[in-house]
């Protein structure tokens, strides 16, 4: 039984090309979000939906758009891909919004343009 | 709690207790300290939580001290499988929502 899911893990593309990686959750749980982790491993969040509502948006380029077509998923896609799009793309999930330290990662996709 | 330092990297041998130890000077009255754990391609797993004093759980245990402006992450008796990235995390109250801080981390590094 997999909590939070992704897919693809992996995913190699060219330059230029728009790309979507999908994210599913069977924990019940009202808020997800994106992380992107960098070659330096950085971690950092992207965005976050409550209940199918966009709560965080980090500076993301607008080439990066959520969408979240029910509170168990939280698909992002992305247009014009560019070399600096790759890392490590985490999809993470919570009970709550508010005072959310535990929060439930997946897997990752891994995001590979050349 | 939103800055957070730790070391960089730790070597331990199995069997033994490895304390990781945070700093986070700027922590807010209303923040809790929390860790997680990466192992590689993998996603971070939460650890432990806690607020003040000490916290234990079936993985791990946490030291507050009174002035909450350090934490350290206890793990007794580690074993090769424990060789992970540990995170001391802070955490930003948005307008709505909790953003996760990740730093640098910790890479510990446990030998037979």
């Known amino acids: 039984d997999t909590a939070v899911s992704q897919t693809p893990k992996y995913l190699v593309t060219q330059m230029g090309n728009d790309k979507s990686i999908k994210c599913e959750q069977n924990?019940?749980?009202?808020?997800m979000y994106w992380y992107k982790q960098d070659s330096k491993k950085f971690l950092k969040i992207m965005f976050s939906?409550?209940?199918?509502?966009?709560?965080i948006n980090e500076t993301v380029p607008n080439r990066f758009s959520p969408k979240s077509p029910d509170k168990a998923h939280l698909n992002l896609h992305i247009n014009s891909l560019e070399l600096g799009d790759s890392a490590v793309y985490f999809c993470?999930?919570?009970?709550?919004?508010?005072?959310?330290?535990?929060?439930?990662f997946g897997p990752g996709t891994r995001l590979t343009v050349t | 709690l939103a800055k957070t330092t730790q070391p960089i990297s730790m070597d331990s041998y199995e069997g033994q207790e490895v304390n990781i130890t945070c700093s986070h000077n700027n922590i807010a009255t209303n923040d809790y300290i929390t860790w997680y754990q990466q192992f590689p391609s993998q996603g971070p797993r939460f650890i432990i939580q806690?607020?003040?004093t000490k916290v234990t759980n079936e993985v791990a245990s946490l030291f507050i001290p009174a002035d909450r402006k350090s934490s350290t992450l206890s793990l007794p008796r580690v074993s090769l499988s424990d060789t992970a990235v540990y995170y001391c995390?802070?955490?930003?109250?948005?307008?709505?929502?909790?953003?996760?801080?990740f730093g640098k981390g910790t890479t510990l590094s446990v030998s037979s």
């Open positions: 993470a999930s919570s009970a709550t919004s508010n005072g959310a330290y535990e929060q439930y």
């Open positions: 924990l019940g749980h009202d808020t």
């Open positions: 939906y409550n209940n199918k509502e966009l709560i």
């Open positions: 995390l802070g955490a930003e109250y948005r307008s709505a929502g909790t953003a996760l801080i």
């Open positions: 806690g607020y003040k």
